[in-house]
């Protein structure tokens, strides 16, 4: 098969869950475009559309049905089950809460924990929760895999960050099946709440709301009815559950994969829009589950470094998932992260997963004749040698780059015996640059790196500004 390189995806993706489950060996063909296809939506859409076996989506089907019941039956809740944003809690809900000012009400299931009521009698939840708890969860680690072998990272890199499965005794799991109803018309309290406006004729939620972020790792959503929208990476908002058949969900990554993968894959912005439901009596359903890291474990970037990624000072430091689900993360922050970052990687083979780095419209382009800064033209360019040269040079004799820290690398290029020795002599790399990431190099290194990799580098940077400089010169005369 020949290369697949970035061609852009019409509309949102879409992929067959069968076709995204690993197995040993070299990957069919099937799997390379399933995990391309993936990637380049998420890069474009933030989303993608999964298709489940017909066996799964009769369940989720049933379990939609009994959420509708499990709603419409359930008494309007007290105060103490209104849901508060507190975030020490992210890893122990369970059971029934509401949220009066977004009209919803969720029921949480969460394997380890038993949901109980108010005067402490057991809750019985709606039907079939673990059976779709265990087809969604494994969809979603099944797409994660499939986003490591798209970064070139060693299978299961993100194993130690998930929780056991199956789990331990007294363990409590902290991924959660969401099963949600929106907008219940005769949800009490949501009259008092002026939480609406008018978009293009439709009645449309949460404005004040409109970029709602997921912590997760992955989240997959089936609904019973269009309504959720996601920001693509022009900005703009895309209906992505509108024309969904039986067999299909929608799935998207979350904040925790954009923090583990050191930006590379971005997480989605969300709203639901409940422009048609006033004459719905049982409002919206969902089943989402969300992909969580365990609350004991940190996200670190230390794989995405070792498979040579450009790892920025903001991902350097671990940090560790309680704190992370902690921490409030500003819409205006996150729209600036929000747009795809990671080029086109080299895979296995001839294969290439393309991730496009689109190019934005802003008040940038303006001046986007303006050159860019000496240090961090440099970065740019050290980082396309990284990916188009050396990493292509260690590919071919079978060589993992693992890249030294700065400190020690300057005893390593001192001693006969050193840890990167072999590594340089055998890719090629420039005599007295330490074996770091080109990233992190300073500068001088950086134009000794470049100029060992693509000899004449520097005179032609020279040639290209003259040119510029030309072309900038009013005409005399």
Request: proline share 8%.
């Amino acid at each position: 098969m020949g290369p697949v390189v970035g061609s852009v995806l019409p509309s949102l993706g879409r992929v067959r869950l069968a076709d995204l489950v690993a197995s040993e060996g070299l990957p069919p063909d099937s799997y390379k475009i399933s995990v391309s296809t993936l990637t380049q939506s998420f890069a474009q859409y933030s989303a993608a559309i999964i298709e489940l076996p017909p066996g799964d989506s009769a369940l989720l089907r049933s379990g939609l049905e009994s959420a509708r019941l499990f709603f419409h039956q359930h008494a309007y809740p007290p105060a103490n089950m209104v849901h508060t944003n507190e975030t020490r809690e992210w890893c122990k809900t369970s059971g029934y809460y509401a949220d009066p000012q977004l009209w919803q009400e969720t029921y949480d299931y969460r394997p380890g924990l038993t949901a109980t009521e108010p005067h402490g009698s057991m809750e019985f939840p709606p039907a079939g929760l673990p059976d779709i708890f265990a087809v969604l969860g494994k969809a979603a680690r099944d797409a994660l895999d499939a986003i490591s072998f798209s970064l070139n990272l060693r299978s299961f890199s993100f194993a130690e960050i998930l929780d056991n499965m199956p789990l331990r005794s007294r363990e409590i799991s902290s991924s959660v099946l969401s099963v949600c109803c929106h907008s219940r018309p005769s949800f009490q309290g949501a009259q008092n709440h002026n939480l609406t406006a008018q978009e293009d004729g439709q009645l449309v939620m949460f404005p004040d709301h409109e970029h709602q972020v997921d912590k997760a790792l992955i989240t997959l959503v089936k609904s019973d009815m269009a309504g959720l929208h996601i920001k693509d990476f022009h900005g703009r908002w895309i209906l992505v559950d509108g024309d969904l058949g039986p067999q299909d969900a929608i799935i998207y990554p979350g904040l925790a994969l954009y923090q583990a993968t050191a930006g590379y894959v971005s997480s989605a912005m969300l709203r639901v829009d409940m422009g048609n439901l006033q004459s719905n009596m049982y409002g919206r359903c969902s089943l989402a589950f969300k992909l969580m890291p365990r609350s004991m474990a940190s996200l670190s970037c230390s794989e995405m470094r070792a498979a040579g990624h450009g790892v920025e000072a903001q991902f350097q430091i671990p940090i560790p998932v309680d704190d992370f689900m902690q921490r409030s993360h500003s819409t205006d922050q996150f729209a600036k992260l929000n747009y795809p970052s990671y080029a086109f990687q080299p895979g296995q083979d001839d294969f290439y997963v393309a991730s496009m780095k689109p190019h934005i419209k802003s008040k940038k382009d303006k001046t986007r004749c303006k050159p860019l800064p000496p240090s961090k033209k440099l970065r740019l360019e050290a980082q396309r040698v990284l990916k188009e040269r050396v990493q292509d040079i260690a590919e071919k004799k079978g060589i993992k780059l693992r890249f030294c820290n700065l400190k020690e690398c300057e005893g390593h290029m001192l001693s006969m015996d050193s840890p990167c020795g072999n590594i340089r002599m055998e890719i090629g790399w420039p005599p007295g640059v330490p074996f770091v990431h080109p990233h992190d190099l300073p500068n001088k290194a950086k134009l000794g790196f470049l100029e060992a990799y693509e000899p004449g580098w520097a005179a032609s940077q020279q040639d290209m500004e003259l040119s510029l400089l030309n072309l900038d010169m009013p005409d005399v005369g």
